[in-house]
Structure formats: structure tokens, C-alpha cells
């Protein structure tokens, strides 16, 4: 079994309630590789939601044997409220009176952008070590370039609210240490994927563009067979 979680750009936002979802990128890469393939997208998701979801599977799954994973961004932050899960980012329109209270206080109070950057560094070499134990083969991809070089200048350029901090370079050599021990996290270049142009999934993978991530999928999977 194949399984395969991600954000809107895994579940297929416009195509999958069009065309139904077989013509998303994980339906067509079960047609490719002839292994039966579990879906657990979901759009808005944040990249701790599609850690736990894939490490149960992880852990639980004995058919297990490939994980592919397409994250979200990572600055996405998951709260809980009223027993629910809701995921902000800072870039989120707050038109909802009843969030707007919400958003003040977890971007002053909560909010930390390097400490997200590094979770989901943790997130991604944790999964890698317990495919390794299982045996299963992982994939982690992401469709936006990481920002920075493993360089201490690119990194206060990309975390500025560090500068001046007494703990800047801790901080760089704790994120350095992360990126170095994660495994390789492939790039979808979505210069190269057919996108909606229009309407509310602008931005999102055509029907063509599901066909391009799935062949680009499907090609990084061979080459490391």
C-alpha cells in the first residue's frame, strides 16, 4: 500500500469536486504504479496534522510501503478551539468576527515562525526514522523552495526578528543541525504545473497539472527504487 497526505494541492481542490477525485496526482499515481494507495489529504491543513495523521499510519499500517508526502507550508499553525482544530497563518484574511480576537492573540502570543520551521524539520526526519525501522520507502515534497542556504546570513535574512538576539547563532546552529539530518526533500516546481487561473481554487493544480505532479511523483520513486 502507497499512502500519500498533503494539503489542498494533494486533495485536489477544484479538480476533485469537478472530476471527481481519481483524477487528483494520488489516484493517478495508484493507476501508475499499481499499488493500492490511502488518501488522507485534506485542504487549509497544517504540517502537524499531516504528521500525525501519517505516523499512525506509520505505526499501525503493516501493508505499509511507500510514504509520500506533499507538505504545506510551514509557517501554517494549528490551534485548538472549542475542541476543533483550526489553522491560521499570518498571510489569512480575518474576516470572521469571531476568529478576529483569536488571531490577535496567537500572532502576538503564539505565533513563532522559526519554532514552526523547526518542528517541521523534526517532523520530517521523524517520519524518515520510522519508515527506515518499517522498511518503507519515504518521500517528503514540497511545491515552495525552503528559504534559506544553511548559511548564518540567510538565515537572520529570513528569521530578522533574530537579530540583535543574543541567541541568533544558537538558534542557526540548532536549525542547521536539523536540515543536515533531515533525508533529501524533493522539489515540484510549480512554474512547470499547469494552475487554475480563476475562481476561488486559483492557484491550484489543473486536471493537467495533477497529470504533471504525478509523472514527477512517479519518476523520483523509480529513480530510487
Request: aromatic share 14%; hydrophobic share 35%; charged share 25%.
Amino acid at each position: 500500500m502507497i499512502y500519500i497526505n498533503g494539503d489542498s494541492f494533494t486533495a485536489g481542490a477544484g479538480v476533485r469536486e469537478e472530476k471527481g477525485k481519481e483524477w487528483t496526482w494520488p489516484y493517478l499515481l495508484e493507476k501508475k504504479i499499481g499499488i493500492k494507495c490511502n488518501e488522507e489529504a485534506r485542504s487549509g491543513c497544517s504540517n502537524y496534522r499531516i504528521y500525525r495523521y501519517t505516523l499512525e499510519q506509520i505505526l499501525s499500517n503493516k501493508d505499509l510501503k511507500i510514504v509520500v508526502i506533499l507538505w504545506t507550508q510551514y509557517q501554517r499553525q494549528e490551534f485548538s478551539i472549542g475542541g476543533k482544530n483550526v489553522t491560521f497563518m499570518p498571510s489569512d484574511n480575518v474576516s470572521k468576527k469571531q476568529h478576529s480576537k483569536i488571531y490577535d492573540v496567537a500572532w502576538k502570543y503564539a505565533y513563532n515562525e522559526l519554532s514552526l520551521y523547526q518542528k517541521w524539520l523534526r517532523q520530517i526526519i521523524s517520519l524518515n526514522d520510522m519508515c527506515q525501522l518499517r522498511n518503507i520507502k519515504f518521500y517528503p515534497f514540497v511545491y515552495e523552495k525552503l528559504c534559506w542556504n544553511n548559511t548564518l546570513e540567510t538565515f537572520i535574512k529570513n528569521f530578522d526578528h533574530y537579530i540583535d538576539v543574543p541567541q541568533t547563532k544558537k538558534k542557526f546552529i540548532q536549525t542547521k543541525t536539523l536540515e543536515d539530518n533531515c533525508p533529501k526533500i524533493n522539489f515540484l516546481d510549480i512554474q512547470k504545473i499547469d494552475l487554475i487561473q480563476t475562481g476561488w481554487v486559483k492557484g491550484h493544480p489543473t486536471r493537467t497539472g495533477h497529470e504533471q505532479i504525478c509523472e514527477s511523483i512517479f519518476n523520483t520513486i523509480n529513480e530510487n527504487a
